[in-house]
C-alpha cells in the first residue's frame, strides 16, 4: 500500500537551505558567465578599433609621404626625387610620372627649383579596406635660379591604395 503525504506538512530548515543554496550557485554562475561575455566583447571590439586606427594611420603616412616627395624637390637631386615619388605611386598617376618625368625634370632643371617642404596636417577623409583619400596642407620655400624664395602652401586631395602592403599615392588633386 502507498503512503499518504500530509499536504500540511512542512519542510524542514534544511530542506529550505539546500533550495537555497543551489539557486545562489545557479545566479552566481549566470552572473560570472554575463561577465565573461562582456569582457570578451569588449576586449574583441577595443582590438577591432586598434587595427581600424592602425589602418587608417597608414593610409594617413602614405599619403603624407607622397606629398612630401611631390613638394620636397631639389635640383641637384631631382633624379632620386622622382624615383622616390615614382616608387612612392600606383596606377594611372605613377603612369603619368613616367609619361611626363621628362618635361618635369627638366622644368626643375631649367628653373633651378629648390623646394624646401613640410607637411603641416593630414587628415583621412574616407577609407575603405584598401584604399582612402587624404586631405594634406604643406607648406614649402621655393628658391629658383633667379635667386628668389617665396613661401608656397599646397592643399592636396591624394588617393591612396594598399598594393601588397605598402600604401602608394594613386591619385593627385590640387585643392583651390
Known sequence: ?????????????????????????????????????????????????NARDAHRQELVDGASAGALALVDIHVDAVDEDVAQLRA????????????????????????????????????LSSETATSGVVLIAASAEVANSAGETTSRTYRLRIGV??????????SVEFVP
Not at 591604395?161 to 594613386?170: C, F, R, T, Y
Open 1 to 49: 500500500m502507498a503512503a499518504v503525504v500530509d499536504d500540511t506538512e512542512s519542510l524542514t530548515t534544511e530542506d529550505v537551505s539546500r533550495h537555497v543554496t543551489t539557486r545562489g550557485r545557479v545566479l552566481v554562475a549566470v552572473v560570472i558567465a554575463g561577465l565573461a561575455a562582456v569582457v570578451v566583447t569588449g576586449a574583441m571590439s577595443m582590438r577591432g578599433d
Open 88 to 123: 612612392l605611386s600606383t596606377g594611372e598617376f605613377a603612369e603619368e610620372l613616367v609619361g611626363d618625368q621628362s618635361g618635369f625634370v627638366n622644368a626643375i632643371r631649367s628653373a633651378s627649383v629648390n623646394s624646401d617642404a613640410r607637411i603641416d596636417a593630414a587628415a
Open 161 to 170: 591604395e594598399d598594393v601588397d602592403g605598402k600604401i602608394l599615392m594613386s
